[in-house]
Protein backbone atom coordinates (compact mmCIF):
# COMPACT_ATOMS: atom_id res chain seq x y z
CA UNK A 1 0.00 0.00 0.00
CA UNK A 2 1.11 3.28 -0.85
CA UNK A 3 0.78 4.72 2.61
CA UNK A 4 3.54 2.37 4.08
CA UNK A 5 6.17 4.02 1.30
CA UNK A 6 8.56 6.31 2.15
CA UNK A 7 8.37 9.60 0.84
CA UNK A 8 11.75 10.79 -0.53
CA UNK A 9 10.02 13.13 -4.24
CA UNK A 10 8.91 16.48 -3.92
CA UNK A 11 7.28 18.65 -6.47
CA UNK A 12 7.71 22.74 -6.38
CA UNK A 13 5.22 24.41 -8.46
CA UNK A 14 7.29 27.50 -10.26
CA UNK A 15 5.26 28.14 -13.41
CA UNK A 16 3.95 31.57 -12.58
CA UNK A 17 4.89 34.78 -14.19
CA UNK A 18 5.08 36.80 -11.05
CA UNK A 19 3.54 39.69 -11.74
CA UNK A 20 3.35 41.01 -8.93
CA UNK A 21 7.28 41.84 -9.03
CA UNK A 22 7.02 43.78 -12.39
CA UNK A 23 8.84 44.75 -14.03
CA UNK A 24 11.85 43.02 -12.28
CA UNK A 25 10.26 39.43 -13.19
CA UNK A 26 9.80 40.86 -16.78
CA UNK A 27 13.19 38.34 -17.20
CA UNK A 28 13.87 37.02 -14.21
CA UNK A 29 11.77 33.87 -12.53
CA UNK A 30 10.08 35.34 -9.18
CA UNK A 31 11.63 32.58 -7.91
CA UNK A 32 15.35 33.58 -8.66
CA UNK A 33 14.67 36.64 -6.55
CA UNK A 34 17.16 36.84 -3.62
CA UNK A 35 16.22 36.55 -0.02
CA UNK A 36 19.21 38.69 1.16
CA UNK A 37 21.73 36.42 -1.06
CA UNK A 38 20.03 33.26 -1.50
CA UNK A 39 17.67 32.59 -4.03
CA UNK A 40 14.10 31.65 -3.02
CA UNK A 41 13.90 28.43 -4.73
CA UNK A 42 17.06 27.32 -3.16
CA UNK A 43 15.86 27.93 -0.06
CA UNK A 44 12.74 26.12 -0.51
CA UNK A 45 15.22 23.02 -2.21
CA UNK A 46 17.34 23.16 1.23
CA UNK A 47 14.19 22.41 3.10
CA UNK A 48 13.23 19.52 1.33
CA UNK A 49 16.64 18.06 1.35
CA UNK A 50 16.62 18.76 4.96
CA UNK A 51 14.19 16.51 5.61
CA UNK A 52 15.52 13.73 3.18
CA UNK A 53 13.78 14.70 -0.33
CA UNK A 54 16.79 13.28 -2.79
CA UNK A 55 14.82 13.74 -5.45
CA UNK A 56 13.11 17.00 -6.53
CA UNK A 57 10.59 18.05 -9.55
CA UNK A 58 9.99 21.70 -10.92
CA UNK A 59 6.97 22.28 -12.96
CA UNK A 60 8.25 25.64 -14.51
CA UNK A 61 6.49 27.56 -17.20
CA UNK A 62 8.45 30.14 -19.81
CA UNK A 63 11.09 32.33 -19.42
CA UNK A 64 12.57 29.74 -16.41
CA UNK A 65 15.71 28.66 -17.71
CA UNK A 66 17.64 30.43 -14.91
CA UNK A 67 16.15 27.77 -12.59
CA UNK A 68 17.52 25.63 -14.57
CA UNK A 69 21.07 27.04 -14.82
CA UNK A 70 20.83 27.68 -11.13
CA UNK A 71 20.59 23.98 -9.79
CA UNK A 72 23.54 23.18 -13.01
CA UNK A 73 27.03 23.48 -12.98
CA UNK A 74 29.24 26.67 -13.60
CA UNK A 75 32.11 25.28 -15.14
CA UNK A 76 34.13 28.67 -16.29
CA UNK A 77 32.54 30.40 -12.56
CA UNK A 78 33.91 27.20 -10.79
CA UNK A 79 37.24 27.66 -12.36
CA UNK A 80 37.50 31.10 -11.53
CA UNK A 81 37.25 30.67 -8.09
CA UNK A 82 39.03 27.77 -7.90
CA UNK A 83 42.31 29.72 -9.67
CA UNK A 84 41.94 32.34 -7.02
CA UNK A 85 41.44 29.96 -4.11
CA UNK A 86 38.62 31.19 -3.28
CA UNK A 87 37.08 28.87 -1.48
CA UNK A 88 34.08 29.78 0.40
CA UNK A 89 32.58 31.66 -2.64
CA UNK A 90 33.37 28.33 -4.70
CA UNK A 91 31.45 25.94 -1.65
CA UNK A 92 28.34 28.37 -2.01
CA UNK A 93 28.28 28.71 -5.73
CA UNK A 94 28.84 24.44 -6.06
CA UNK A 95 26.39 24.05 -2.89
CA UNK A 96 22.64 24.60 -4.99
CA UNK A 97 24.26 22.00 -7.70
CA UNK A 98 24.48 19.00 -4.64
CA UNK A 99 21.35 19.98 -2.92
CA UNK A 100 19.40 17.25 -4.55
CA UNK A 101 18.87 15.51 -8.31
CA UNK A 102 16.43 17.95 -10.10
CA UNK A 103 14.12 17.56 -12.66
CA UNK A 104 12.01 19.21 -14.83
CA UNK A 105 8.23 19.43 -16.25
CA UNK A 106 6.48 22.57 -18.02
CA UNK A 107 2.80 23.03 -17.16
CA UNK A 108 1.72 24.38 -20.12
CA UNK A 109 -0.95 26.69 -19.53
CA UNK A 110 -1.60 28.20 -16.10
CA UNK A 111 -4.58 26.35 -15.04
CA UNK A 112 -3.97 26.61 -11.40
CA UNK A 113 -2.18 24.73 -8.50
CA UNK A 114 -4.10 21.85 -9.28
CA UNK A 115 -3.44 21.38 -12.35
CA UNK A 116 0.27 21.86 -11.63
CA UNK A 117 0.62 18.94 -9.16
CA UNK A 118 -1.13 16.46 -12.21
CA UNK A 119 1.64 17.65 -14.28
CA UNK A 120 3.88 15.59 -11.87
CA UNK A 121 2.05 12.67 -12.19
CA UNK A 122 4.34 10.36 -14.36
CA UNK A 123 7.62 11.54 -12.46
CA UNK A 124 5.79 10.66 -9.12
CA UNK A 125 4.25 7.50 -10.02
CA UNK A 126 2.65 5.39 -7.22
CA UNK A 127 4.54 7.20 -4.51
CA UNK A 128 3.62 9.77 -1.72
CA UNK A 129 5.17 13.10 -2.42
CA UNK A 130 5.59 16.85 -0.72
CA UNK A 131 4.72 19.60 -2.43
CA UNK A 132 6.13 22.78 -1.73
CA UNK A 133 5.11 25.99 -2.86
CA UNK A 134 7.61 29.22 -2.73
CA UNK A 135 6.28 31.69 -1.72
CA UNK A 136 5.97 30.45 1.69
CA UNK A 137 9.62 29.85 3.37
CA UNK A 138 9.74 28.06 6.44
CA UNK A 139 12.85 28.51 8.41
CA UNK A 140 14.92 25.46 8.83
CA UNK A 141 15.03 25.56 12.72
CA UNK A 142 11.14 25.11 12.53
CA UNK A 143 11.37 21.30 10.46
CA UNK A 144 7.62 21.85 9.41
CA UNK A 145 7.68 18.90 6.58
CA UNK A 146 9.84 16.55 8.42
CA UNK A 147 7.02 16.56 11.26
CA UNK A 148 4.58 16.47 7.79
CA UNK A 149 5.97 13.10 7.13
CA UNK A 150 6.08 11.78 10.05
CA UNK A 151 2.48 11.88 10.31
CA UNK A 152 1.68 11.07 6.85
CA UNK A 153 3.72 7.79 8.42
CA UNK A 154 1.66 7.48 11.13
CA UNK A 155 -2.05 7.75 9.61
CA UNK A 156 -1.38 7.56 6.35
CA UNK A 157 -3.46 9.39 3.76
CA UNK A 158 -2.36 13.32 2.94
CA UNK A 159 -1.22 16.13 5.17
CA UNK A 160 -1.45 19.39 4.86
CA UNK A 161 0.57 22.42 6.82
CA UNK A 162 -2.39 24.47 9.01
CA UNK A 163 -1.65 27.82 10.37
CA UNK A 164 -3.83 30.38 12.35
CA UNK A 165 -4.27 33.81 10.67
CA UNK A 166 -6.08 36.51 11.81
CA UNK A 167 -9.80 35.90 11.27
CA UNK A 168 -9.98 39.02 8.53
CA UNK A 169 -7.18 37.74 6.65
CA UNK A 170 -8.81 34.14 6.09
CA UNK A 171 -10.38 35.37 2.64
CA UNK A 172 -6.68 35.16 1.25
CA UNK A 173 -6.34 31.35 1.96
CA UNK A 174 -7.79 28.08 1.69
CA UNK A 175 -9.78 27.26 4.92
CA UNK A 176 -9.86 23.81 7.16
CA UNK A 177 -12.45 22.79 9.12
CA UNK A 178 -10.73 19.92 11.33
CA UNK A 179 -11.99 17.87 14.68
CA UNK A 180 -9.24 16.09 17.15
CA UNK A 181 -7.81 13.13 16.08
CA UNK A 182 -5.58 11.96 19.36
CA UNK A 183 -3.69 13.47 21.78
CA UNK A 184 -1.42 16.03 20.44
CA UNK A 185 -3.58 19.14 19.78
CA UNK A 186 -1.73 20.18 16.31
CA UNK A 187 -2.40 17.17 14.36
CA UNK A 188 -6.04 17.46 13.46
CA UNK A 189 -8.53 15.12 10.97
CA UNK A 190 -9.38 17.83 8.32
CA UNK A 191 -13.71 17.47 7.33
CA UNK A 192 -13.72 20.05 4.87
CA UNK A 193 -11.63 22.83 3.13
CA UNK A 194 -13.16 26.17 1.11
CA UNK A 195 -11.03 27.79 -0.91
CA UNK A 196 -10.56 31.38 0.14
CA UNK A 197 -13.65 31.75 2.00
CA UNK A 198 -15.62 35.07 2.44
CA UNK A 199 -15.27 35.71 6.51
CA UNK A 200 -18.32 34.47 7.13
CA UNK A 201 -18.28 31.38 4.79
CA UNK A 202 -15.10 30.40 7.18
CA UNK A 203 -15.18 27.47 9.69
CA UNK A 204 -12.13 28.22 11.14
CA UNK A 205 -9.66 30.46 11.28
CA UNK A 206 -6.71 27.63 10.52
CA UNK A 207 -5.56 28.54 6.79
CA UNK A 208 -3.42 26.36 4.26
CA UNK A 209 -0.40 27.25 4.07
CA UNK A 210 2.70 25.96 1.18
CA UNK A 211 3.31 22.86 2.58
CA UNK A 212 1.80 19.06 1.44
CA UNK A 213 2.75 16.00 2.06
CA UNK A 214 0.22 13.68 -0.38
CA UNK A 215 -0.70 10.48 -1.19
CA UNK A 216 -1.05 9.49 -4.97
CA UNK A 217 -4.69 9.10 -4.78
CA UNK A 218 -5.18 12.75 -5.44
CA UNK A 219 -3.84 12.43 -9.08
CA UNK A 220 -6.86 10.84 -9.69
CA UNK A 221 -9.22 12.77 -8.04
CA UNK A 222 -7.18 15.86 -9.75
CA UNK A 223 -7.90 14.12 -13.01
CA UNK A 224 -11.60 14.69 -12.57
CA UNK A 225 -11.72 18.21 -10.38
CA UNK A 226 -13.72 20.74 -11.97
CA UNK A 227 -12.40 24.19 -11.98
CA UNK A 228 -13.06 26.33 -9.21
CA UNK A 229 -12.36 29.38 -8.04
CA UNK A 230 -10.72 31.74 -10.39
CA UNK A 231 -11.48 29.33 -13.43
CA UNK A 232 -8.51 27.31 -12.37
CA UNK A 233 -8.16 23.62 -10.80
CA UNK A 234 -7.56 23.83 -7.13
CA UNK A 235 -5.51 21.70 -5.06
CA UNK A 236 -8.03 22.68 -2.18
CA UNK A 237 -10.92 20.83 -4.19
CA UNK A 238 -9.28 17.58 -4.93
CA UNK A 239 -8.24 17.44 -1.53
CA UNK A 240 -11.66 18.43 0.12
CA UNK A 241 -13.27 15.48 -2.05
CA UNK A 242 -9.82 13.03 -1.14
CA UNK A 243 -11.33 14.04 2.73
CA UNK A 244 -14.70 13.49 2.04
CA UNK A 245 -15.37 10.63 -0.30
CA UNK A 246 -12.31 8.10 -0.33
CA UNK A 247 -11.61 5.62 1.89
CA UNK A 248 -8.57 5.54 4.20
CA UNK A 249 -7.40 1.97 2.40
CA UNK A 250 -7.75 3.99 -0.79
CA UNK A 251 -5.15 6.90 0.08
CA UNK A 252 -8.01 8.59 0.89
CA UNK A 253 -8.60 11.06 4.55
CA UNK A 254 -6.50 14.29 5.42
CA UNK A 255 -4.55 15.33 8.29
CA UNK A 256 -3.47 19.11 9.27
CA UNK A 257 -0.43 19.96 10.80
CA UNK A 258 -0.73 23.34 12.82
CA UNK A 259 2.57 25.09 12.44
CA UNK A 260 3.48 26.93 15.19
CA UNK A 261 6.62 28.09 14.06
CA UNK A 262 8.68 30.74 11.91
CA UNK A 263 7.02 31.04 8.06
CA UNK A 264 8.52 34.11 5.62
CA UNK A 265 5.43 35.08 3.38
CA UNK A 266 7.28 36.41 -0.06
CA UNK A 267 3.97 36.34 -2.12
CA UNK A 268 4.28 40.00 -2.53
CA UNK A 269 6.52 42.67 -2.29
CA UNK A 270 5.84 43.76 1.26
CA UNK A 271 5.79 40.52 3.14
CA UNK A 272 9.01 39.93 0.77
CA UNK A 273 10.33 43.07 1.96
CA UNK A 274 9.66 41.95 5.67
CA UNK A 275 11.43 38.78 5.35
CA UNK A 276 14.48 39.80 3.46
CA UNK A 277 14.76 42.07 6.68
CA UNK A 278 13.72 39.27 9.48
CA UNK A 279 16.26 37.12 8.35
CA UNK A 280 19.08 39.65 7.49
CA UNK A 281 18.42 40.75 11.30
CA UNK A 282 19.22 36.91 12.15
CA UNK A 283 21.82 36.76 9.90
CA UNK A 284 25.25 36.00 12.03
CA UNK A 285 27.31 37.75 9.50
CA UNK A 286 25.26 40.94 8.82
CA UNK A 287 22.75 41.22 11.86
CA UNK A 288 25.13 42.66 14.37
CA UNK A 289 25.84 45.86 11.87
CA UNK A 290 22.08 46.28 10.30
CA UNK A 291 19.90 45.44 13.55
CA UNK A 292 21.18 48.95 14.95
CA UNK A 293 21.21 50.80 11.59
CA UNK A 294 17.94 49.79 11.08
CA UNK A 295 16.68 50.33 14.52
CA UNK A 296 18.44 54.43 14.20
CA UNK A 297 16.37 54.30 10.60
CA UNK A 298 13.43 53.59 12.37
CA UNK A 299 13.52 56.10 14.63
CA UNK A 300 13.76 58.98 12.07
CA UNK A 301 10.43 57.93 10.14
Not at 44 to 49: D, H, L, N, R, S
Not at 170 to 176: E, K, M, P, S
Not at 258 to 279: E, I, N, P, W
Amino acid sequence: MSNHRAVTKAVIPAAGLGTRFLPATKATPKEMLPVVDTPAIQMVVEEAAAAGLDDVLMVTGRSKRALEDHFDRAAELEATLEAKGDTEKLALVRRSTELASVHYVRQGEPKGLGHAVLCAAKHVGDNPFAVLLGDDLIDPRDPLLTRMIDVRQEYGGSVIALMEVPREQIYLYGCAAVEPLGDDPDVVRVIDLIEKPSIDEAPSSLAVIGRYVLDPAVFGILEKTEPGRGGEIQLTDALCTLALSTPADAGGGVIGVVFRGRRYDTGDRLSYLQAVVRLAVEREDLGPEFAPWLKDFAATL
